[in-house]
């Protein structure tokens, strides 16, 4: 166990030291992890709504501090060029969270040309259904993104990394708020990237 607890740290701090640079895009990590813990708690009163909270709130939160504000240009920090972060990421880099989120844009419009999602469920009544139904796909969508790159991962690195990987995931909401909280504060101030000048940002920033 220690082994594994040891992985999903060096997970973590690759993911916040590599891609969680900019002020803004921690502030927005924050804000996605409080919905996501909001969607922790939906599921187990309405499933549906746990659905969109993460993806529309969660997930447009999180990717858009990605998209937009995190830096992409050569990374003095760490001495890596983005392409190199690309190609070594554990969890979805660019080009795969694209794919992701295209599946996930084009699930209402097939929901919506067919309302039985091709014999795959029995469609709800009205506006209200509709939305409802969305909300089941996209929770499968992300219980399914998360299960199938943990297999991937287990298969290119083994099982340790892969499970490593899918209890970081799990768990980010809770380590997001633990580490970002200061964050806003931070941005406030002016401070618009992380220095990360401290060697305390091992394992807890």
Known sequence: ???????????????????????????????????????YGLLFID???????????????????????EPRTYDHVNQASDEYKESIKAGYNMRR????IGIWLALPVLLFVSTRLLGLMAPSPGIEGFVHDTGLMWLALGVGGVALRTVHLSMLRGPLCGLAWAYKILSDP???VDIYWR???ALLRGQRLDPMESSAHQGRV
């Open 174 to 176: 809770f380590h997001n």
């Open 47 to 69: 499933p549906a709504a746990a659905g969109i909270v993460g993806w529309l709130v969660g997930m447009v939160a999180r990717q858009s501090g990605h998209i937009f504000f």
């Open 1 to 39: 166990m220690s082994e594994f607890f040891k992985q999903v740290e060096v997970l973590r701090w690759d993911d916040h030291r590599y891609y969680h640079q900019s002020r803004i895009n921690q502030t927005l990590h924050l804000i996605s992890a409080v919905s996501f813990l909001v969607a």
């Open 183 to 185: 964050s806003p504060l």
């Open 97 to 100: 969270k694209a794919i992701l």
